[in-house]
């Protein structure tokens, strides 16, 4: 086969052959090449987004984590019995640890008196509406604890900085704010703000974790992949959202978030630390005995469809 390529403005006649095809052969060598690639990364980044990067061992940190978890349930059955309202807000960068440390609070209580708010994108509807009135039905009643994954900050923080809104809702939105948390604290609600701190070069670490994990790939949006190029940008934006919004009645407290396991205990301790509960576990049941019906009698089980025994 003969191609034609420029050479100084003149055409020369070239003479070129078929691409060879690939061989089975090579094929395994390109994919055996593309695993080690694989298997690289994953021994640099997984220890960062995983929990082995922690200085904490695991025993310590599941033996310490049990002990608060059952102090958290022992907080619910006080708020419930007191009606208390508690709303938690979790803040910080993209990576920083807070839907994992949300977990961890949320797993031992019951879901009927504590639920997590995680809203989406505001609707068009939603955009006309005042700022917080899409956060205030989410707000708890009594007995309940309400953890917002993020919150009515979003305005300070990725609206202000992506340019999602304007420079007169930003400034409205740092006059009001302050207003708008000392009526929450006001009408009794216990209002928590945490701000997870993550450095630079750990949050590049968990970004680099998740493009290579299947299982966490979903957590890489286009905003946070944005935000890695404007990280001086969310810094100004967090300090002067602190600057307007650190009140005496609902301070920001900030979480060191490098060490997953840490942060976690370090602020489910905090949280127990700031609710002025008291152990009303109710006492241990003592079962009687169970009345046995022996005219009942189980259908065939041929005519069940049941799930296969793969384990």
């Known amino acids: 086969m003969e191609t034609e390529s420029m050479n100084g403005g003149g055409f020369a006649i070239a003479e070129s052959s078929d691409?060879?095809?690939?061989?089975?052969?090579?094929?395994?060598k390109k994919k055996s090449k593309k695993k080690e690639k694989l298997s690289r990364l994953k021994v640099r980044y997984q220890t960062s987004e995983g929990e082995q990067s922690s200085t904490l061992s695991s025993k310590d940190y599941d033996k310490e984590l049990s002990r608060l978890q059952v102090e958290l349930v022992k907080m619910q059955y006080w708020v419930k019995h007191t009606g208390t309202r508690i709303v938690l807000l979790f803040e910080g960068r993209d990576a920083a640890g807070k839907g994992g440390t949300i977990k961890r609070i949320t797993e031992p209580l019951?879901?009927?008196?504590?639920?997590?708010?995680?809203?989406?994108?505001?609707?068009?509807?939603?955009?006309?509406?005042?700022y917080f009135q899409r956060y205030v039905p989410h707000l708890p009643a009594a007995g309940e604890i309400v953890c917002f994954d993020r919150s009515w900050y979003n305005r300070a923080g990725v609206e202000h900085v992506m340019g999602f809104c304007t420079e007169a809702q930003y400034e409205e939105f740092m006059q009001t704010c302050p207003e708008f948390e000392r009526?929450?604290?006001?009408?009794?609600?216990?209002?928590?703000?945490?701000?997870?701190s993550v450095s630079d070069e750990e949050q590049e670490r968990r970004?680099?974790?998740?493009?290579?994990?299947?299982?966490?790939r979903w957590k890489l949006s286009p905003m946070d992949l944005e935000s890695r190029d404007r990280w001086v940008?969310?810094?100004?934006?967090?300090?002067?959202?602190?600057?307007?919004?650190n009140i005496p009645e609902a301070p920001?407290?900030?979480v060191e978030a490098d060490d997953k396991k840490r942060a976690r205990l370090n602020c489910i301790s905090h949280f127990l630390s700031k609710i002025p509960y008291v152990d009303m576990t109710p006492e241990p049941l003592e079962l009687p005995p169970r009345k046995m019906d022996h005219s009942y009698v189980r259908p065939p089980r041929n005519e069940q469809f049941f799930v296969p025994q793969m384990y």
């Not at 019951?110 to 005042?130: H, M």
């Not at 810094?235 to 919004?245: E, I, L, N, P």
């Open 183 to 196: 009526m929450l604290v006001k009408s009794g609600i216990i209002l928590l703000k945490y701000w997870f």
């Open 110 to 130: 019951n879901p009927r008196g504590c639920r997590v708010v995680a809203l989406g994108t505001p609707s068009d509807r939603e955009k006309t509406e005042w």
């Open 252 to 254: 920001w407290f900030t």
């Open 207 to 216: 970004f680099q974790s998740r493009t290579i994990d299947p299982a966490r």
């Open 19 to 28: 691409p060879e095809p690939s061989t089975p052969k090579k094929k395994a």
């Open 233 to 245: 940008e969310y810094s100004q934006a967090k300090d002067t959202m602190f600057s307007h919004t």
